[in-house]
């Protein structure tokens, strides 16, 4: 059995070599792990029992030119085509006048769920009535956020069920995600309401169901822009419009449909040091919000069929601040070379990268299909995982280009060839 007792108390090198005398690694793969380990004391300071950092590539997406202001977008993602896709898909939207958006608000919803209600009705008439109140007690808990403009505005009672009501919050939490400020404000309401309401509070905690942090992009993309080598632009651009009613009919494909936007959504918001979970969890409720899940983005072509119309909708509870956002330098540098200085501009900007995500999936997906440009971005992670070195991808990538082969079995073969002739 192994013994790592008290493992969170050791420093990080005996945690590494307690790792070792346990036999659960080799001393070659301590090398890997203190490799990686960028920066050994602030990962100490971010996370218990800390090892290594775990590596992404990051890269740059190029085209965007959002509201009439150009930007380059970091993105961070292990998916070999999402960066070239959604450069793609910024390119032709560029083309054709770049992204027009709107953000409607930065309001988190933070719940106080009461358990065992006996009268529900009266319960929520004593809430609603006491909103002043529990609006002040919510902001004296966190005075510096009413300070910087932020704070608890407005509440609403919801009954769950005949013995569960919850209080909802809306805080405005300014350029903060801001999830441990509502959390601190609602535990001081729920202390303040456990003292006077008898139906014991279940829990409080803030809702990732952001939907009062929306954020909207739009195109409008001349059809033409959208031809492929085998198919007409205005051909595209129906099918594309076909592909987006199908993702608001079939949960199937809208998984799909929304996950290709995510690859986008998710890179920026690694890149900002933003909690991507929290953005995943609002977007996929936000699509389900009607009873049935949805397409996040729909495409339409205008009367006289010239215009194919982009438009995304996106919960997006995002920072600029906060969290590990200033204490991570390579955050900063990415807010700087995106030229982001609040979380709106941030939100304008992640949800064109959705929307441009979106419809480089779906024009390459009603054309010539994704497995073309996937397996071409694809083929240097299957060399590499073929055991090349990165100086070697460049022959064995040129050679099954001729071949016409993509799989690993030929990648192994060409490299073990190649290693022959040279011994
Ligand atoms: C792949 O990561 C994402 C796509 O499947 C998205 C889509 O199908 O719309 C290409």
Known sequence: MTNLSKFYQKTWQQRLQALI?????????????????????????????????????????????INGKRYLIPMVTEEPSVIAASSHGAAIIEKSGGFTTKVSGHLLWGQIVFEKVSQPEKLKKNLEEQQEKLILIANQAHPSLQKRGGGARHLRVRILAADLVSLDLAIDTQEAMGANMVNSMLEAVANYLGTQISAPVLLSVLSNLADESLAQ?????????????????????????????????????????????????????????????????AAHAFAVKSGSYRGLSQWQLNSDNSILEGKITLPLPVAVVGGSIKIVPLVQLNQQLAKINSATQLAEIIASVGLAQNLAALQALVSEGIQQGHMRLQLRATILAAGAQPNEVATILKQMQQMKKTDLTTAQSLLAKKHESEH
């Open 21 to 65: 005398d346990q036999k659960i690694i080799s001393d070659q793969q301590r090398k890997i792990l203190q490799c990686s380990a960028s920066d050994p004391e602030l990962g100490d300071q971010q996370i218990e029992n800390y090892l290594t950092h775990y590596n992404l590539p990051e890269g740059l997406a190029l085209h965007y030119l």
């Open 217 to 281: 992009a739009s195109c409008r993309i001349p059809v033409e822009f959208l031809t492929r080598p085998q198919l007409a632009g205005q051909q595209v651009a129906e099918k594309i419009a076909v592909a987006s009613r199908l993702a608001q009919l079939d949960p199937y494909r809208a998984a799909t449909h929304n996950k290709g936007i995510m690859n986008g959504v998710d890179a920026v918001a690694i890149a900002m040091g933003n909690d991507w979970r929290a953005i995943e969890s």
